[in-house]
């Protein structure tokens, strides 16, 4: 089944506690992409990557780290959490662009103390 | 600077009637616009998209509308379900470049 997959599903943890959140699709897609989604404020890009090795920066990227060593993964890291950081995301993976239909995972939620 | 909004919130309609979703953007750069739905617990999927070179795409019940001399872009839905209750968001895109835009935001409701 194609699908895109995160892991963890849910996570609380404290301040300035370094965590990694994984994002693996099964698509062969080249894009991927991580978001945000806030009450009020829709869902706003973090970053994205249109292949292995290239990484670039959405609307909100700071507090936020990326990697795309391999073609199916791109985990988003969270050097130093803050409570601002608590949120819902997603990743998500497309053909090569972006613009074409993204398939997005089930979300992680995180909540920082 | 929100370059795509969804100035409705929410928006409730009877079922069988047209459902018409509203996204204004601000950047005329814009070449590409998406629109995606979400059900709680779950991850948006893709319901239509347009390029800028078209004013009008039609899927099924789901037509998008582009007027970009205003800047506006318009989701129809007819006939409406209540399955179509969800929370509706629009984006917007440059060419190949990966950065996606999204708005806030449209709950719609479709009473039996």
């Given at each position: 089944?194609?699908?895109?997959?995160?892991?963890p599903?849910?996570?609380?943890?404290?301040t300035?506690?370094?965590?990694?959140?994984?994002?693996?699709?099964?698509?062969?897609?080249?894009?991927?992409?991580?978001?945000?989604?806030?009450?009020?404020?829709?869902?706003?890009?973090?970053?994205?990557?249109?292949?292995?090795?290239?990484?670039?920066?959405?609307?909100?990227?700071?507090?936020?780290?990326?990697?795309?060593?391999?073609?199916?993964?791109?985990?988003?890291?969270?050097?130093?959490?803050?409570?601002?950081?608590?949120?819902?995301?997603?990743?998500?993976?497309?053909?090569?662009?972006?613009?074409?239909?993204?398939?997005?995972?089930?979300?992680?939620?995180?909540?920082?103390? | 600077?929100?370059?795509?909004?969804?100035?409705?919130p929410?928006?409730?309609?009877?079922?069988?009637?047209?459902?018409?979703?509203?996204?204004?953007?601000?950047?005329?750069?814009?070449?590409?616009?998406?629109?995606?739905?979400?059900?709680?617990?779950?991850?948006?999927?893709?319901?239509?998209?347009?390029?800028?070179?078209?004013?009008?795409?039609?899927?099924g019940?789901?037509?998008?509308?582009?007027?970009?001399?205003?800047?506006?872009?318009s989701?129809?839905?007819?006939?409406?379900?209540?399955?179509?209750?969800?929370?509706?968001?629009?984006?917007?895109?440059?060419?190949?470049?990966?950065?996606?835009?999204?708005?806030?935001?449209?709950?719609?409701?479709?009473?039996?």
């Open positions: 089944e194609a699908q895109v997959t995160q892991n599903r849910y996570l609380i943890t404290v300035g506690k370094k965590l990694t959140v994984t994002c693996s699709q099964n698509m062969n897609h080249e894009y991927m992409s991580w978001y945000r989604q806030d009450p009020g404020l829709g869902l706003r890009q973090i970053y994205y990557s249109m292949n292995v090795e290239v990484t670039d920066k959405g609307d909100v990227p700071e507090g936020y780290k990326v990697s795309r060593k391999e073609k199916r993964n791109f985990p988003l890291i969270l050097e130093s959490p803050s409570p601002n950081q608590t949120s819902l995301y997603f990743c998500a993976s497309s053909f090569q662009t972006g613009q074409e239909t993204q398939y997005f995972g089930p979300g992680t939620r995180l909540l920082v103390l | 600077d929100q370059q795509v909004k969804q100035n409705s929410s928006l409730s309609v009877q079922e069988g009637r047209i459902s018409i979703l509203n996204c204004d953007y601000t950047n005329s750069m814009f070449d590409y616009f998406l629109w995606y739905k979400k059900y709680p617990a779950e991850g948006p999927t893709f319901l239509i998209s347009i390029s800028s070179i078209k004013d009008k795409n039609e899927d019940r789901f037509t998008v509308f582009l007027n970009k001399s205003a800047k506006h872009l989701l129809h839905i007819v006939p409406s379900q209540p399955g179509d209750s969800a929370v509706y968001f629009c984006a917007a895109s440059f060419l190949n470049t990966g950065k996606l835009i999204f708005g806030q935001g449209t709950t719609l409701q479709v009473k039996p």
